[in-house]
């Protein structure tokens, strides 16, 4: 609570600077961390931490140790922004982009991966964890399988993310080439996030995603997306069968979820924190 309260004066002026803008607050509300540490108790945690928001929904007894696996302070979630924000000395942007392999960009710097199925809301996504930096340009269509190849973002010298196209309907021919060999052969890859729609739960396509990433060996954790449009009951639910699944029959899997909203920035925060940590450019203070 002390420390709830000291983070909420050191930005409230920052804050109200920017609620005097209508524009900024109606495309982008919640998408700063300092406009959130203003939000009421209850409020913050459900959007911050949106396991522990849906606690209230589950019946006693249920185990949720694996809902505070990554549990980072607010100190540290607001320190991690700073990564996500762009300056003069430190660039986010668009790289390039890639249909093969061989005309992927030779990077040395860590890389995270988003896959997940077409429609899964991939794109929206990357660009709400990108909404800080609204010059990079991250293409969202209604239009499933929009993605049809590799597309690069650098952050700063410090990390890429990469985003991948979409598995299942209308992927592109050579997706399986495209994304095995990106799987196999970058060395840097430090995660993949594999995005799960959290209104149908784990799909065909997803597990043959789960079996290949089980076969290569790589380390991911798991997005749920949409969150904002299921009803709690169907989230818990989904939530639940999800997480035992992953603590018992998959291997290489980060064991908490992170549940998102692209719309109303719930679990965007935490999840940008988690990509910081996970690319070796953000120790937490409370580790």
């Given amino acids: 609570m002390h420390q709830l309260q000291r983070m909420r004066r050191l930005v409230g002026a920052n804050c109200l600077l920017r609620r005097c ?14 406009e959130v540490l203003q939000l009421e108790d209850k409020k913050l945690t459900g959007l911050v931490f949106p396991l522990q928001g849906l606690e209230k929904y589950l019946t006693p007894g249920v185990n949720t140790a694996s809902f505070r696996t990554f549990n980072p302070s607010l100190d540290d979630i607001h320190r991690a922004e700073a990564l996500f924000k762009p300056s003069s000395k430190h660039v986010i942007d668009y ?22 199925r077409s429609n899964v809301g991939k794109s929206s996504l990357i660009k709400a964890l990108f909404s800080l930096a609204p010059e990079v340009e991250v293409r969202v269509s209604k239009t499933p399988g929009h993605t049809k190849k590799m597309n690069f973002f650098k952050v700063g010298k410090y990390f890429t993310l990469v985003d991948m196209p979409g598995y299942g309907y209308r992927a592109p021919q050579d997706f399986a080439d495209m ?17 799960v729609d959290s209104l149908v739960g784990f799909q065909k396509a997803d597990h043959i995603a789960i079996e290949m990433l089980k076969e290569f060996g790589i380390p991911y954790a798991l997005v749920l997306t949409k969150i ?3 009803p709690k009951g ?29 719309i109303e920035y719930s679990g965007i925060h935490l999840l940008r924190c988690f990509v910081a940590h996970v690319t070796g450019n953000f120790p937490l203070m409370n580790s």
């Avoid at 209508?22 to 700063?32: C, I, L």
């Avoid at 699944?245 to 992170?258: I, T, V, Y």
Wanted: charged share 20%.
């Fill in 21 to 34: 803008s209508a524009t900024w607050r109606s495309s982008t509300k919640n998408a700063s961390f300092s």
């Fill in 179 to 195: 994304v095995e060999a990106y799987l196999q052969e970058r060395r840097n890859l430090k995660r993949t996030f594999l995005l």
């Fill in 228 to 230: 904002d449009k299921v």
């Fill in 234 to 262: 169907l989230l818990v639910k989904n939530v639940l069968e999800i997480q035992d699944f992953a603590e018992k029959r998959m291997h290489g899997c980060f064991p908490q979820l992170f549940p998102v909203s692209s």
């Fill in 95 to 116: 790289f390039s982009s890639a249909v093969r392999m061989d005309h992927a960009p030779q990077l040395s710097q860590p890389e995270v991966c988003f896959v997940g």
